[in-house]
Structure formats: C-alpha cells, structure tokens
C-alpha cells in the first residue's frame, strides 16, 4: 500500500518568512495529493490540493508542487502570518478506484510574531 | 452548520465495554470514510462507504470494530470490548463521490475516546 512521509516533524519561521514542507510517497500510481491544515482541538482542513497530472498550484499565499519522477509534493508557504501557525498533513490517494487517504505524520508550524 | 457533524465529541469508557459513534456526513455526500487519528500522527483510514456499501476495510479494523451506515446517510462506528489502545480521535469525513477525479474529503470534529 500507499506509504507518505513527511519533513519536517517541526517548523518554526519568523513572521514574514516561508516555509517549506516536503513529503515523498511510495506508491508511482497515486494520482491525488491534498494538505490538510489542523489547528489544536479542531478538525483537519483542506488548504490545497494537487492532480498528479498537474506540476505546481497556487492559491494566494499557498502553493504544492510535484514531482511525479522523483514520487515527492512540497508545500509552500509565503508571508507566513502567526494565524498560519499549526500542524499541517500531506496526503497521497492510490490510484486503481481507491479513495482512501494515506497521510503523513504531520509538521508542526510555528511562525513566530 | 452544514459540515459534517459527530457524536458524541468525548466519550470516557472502561476497558471492556462496548461504545458506539455517529457520523453525519454532509447533506448528499455519497461517500463517508472513517480514520483514526492517534496524539502526533496523522489520521490512518479504518473504512469507507459509497452510498450504504462498505467498499474498504483496513487491516488496522479488528473483528472488534463495526461501522455502518444503513440508509446512505448517517453512519455508526461501533467497537466492542475495547482496550486501551484504542484511545484515540475517531475521525469521520465525507466526499461528493461524483463522477471526476477530485473528490475533497470534509473532516469532523472527531470523537474523542478514551479507555481507563
């Protein structure tokens, strides 16, 4: 099955800076890739997500690229603001009718005032 | 509020009792998944439905774990004889499962059971 790691564990950037999260997964026919942001004691939001026939998108301040060759997704934050603090998840879903998600372990952001 | 909703959000059981959860998913989503989300890791899948047909089961879903969803609406997830290591945030989210390719999953607010 499906397997997704993620790095950093944790993150911590001054306001202003960017921050960059990567994950890498296993299986080459995953053709689906969302990130979820989760703040504490609330639920997992989706914040973007990416097609893997699609190479990069943005959305504002957010943008994911892929690398099919290389089986790795990056988020990409600018303008980190103190609200963009929390635990962001990346997710693969395997190809062939599945729609279950395989998430990562989670990085914990902090953007500091 | 017409996100997907749990009940109840805190459960506190003894090891060997039995609990049981309920989903609501968002008004005419046809999918429903299950996932279990346990203190600095990710949500794991457990189980999804399409409509009332529960289509996948993962191997983390022990013989004492139940979920259905009878009408093609809400759902329940029931565990049986439960240890302690099944403390954890029993997450519920939902999909459109239109035909196409992107199909956003919707997160509750999760259920979270613990097990003395």
């Not at chain 1, 009718?97 to 902090?110: C, D, E, P, V």
């Not at chain 2, 439905?49 to 022990?62: G, H, I, M, P, Y």
Request: charged share 25%.
């Amino acid at each position: 099955g499906e397997n997704v790691e993620q790095h950093p564990s944790t993150l911590s950037v001054q306001e202003g800076d960017s921050a960059v999260i990567k994950c890498t997964y296993s299986d080459s026919a995953s053709n689906y890739f969302p990130w979820y942001k989760q703040e504490l004691g609330k639920r997992p939001q989706l914040i973007i997500d990416i097609r893997s026939n699609v190479g990069e998108k943005k959305d504002q301040r957010i943008a994911v690229t892929l690398n099919k060759t290389a089986k790795h997704f990056s988020l990409h934050i600018t303008e980190t603001q103190p609200e963009d603090s929390a635990v962001y998840f990346c997710a693969g879903r395997s190809g062939a009718g599945s729609y279950q998600l395989t998430f990562g372990k989670g990085t914990k952001l902090s953007v500091i005032p | 509020d017409t996100g997907v909703s749990q009940n109840p959000r805190h459960k506190i059981t003894k090891r060997g009792q039995n609990v049981t959860f309920r989903c609501d998913p968002i008004s005419e989503h046809n999918r429903l998944y299950w996932y279990r989300q346990t203190l600095g890791q990710g949500p794991e899948f457990l189980t999804y439905f399409q409509n009332e047909a529960q289509l996948e089961k993962s191997r983390l879903l022990s013989d004492r774990f139940s979920a259905e969803r009878p009408k093609g609406s809400f759902s329940t997830l029931e565990i049986q004889r439960t240890e302690q290591g099944d403390s954890a945030m029993y997450l519920c989210a939902s999909s459109q499962g239109q035909r196409g390719f992107i199909d956003t999953q919707y997160f509750g607010p999760g259920t979270r059971l613990t097990v003395l």
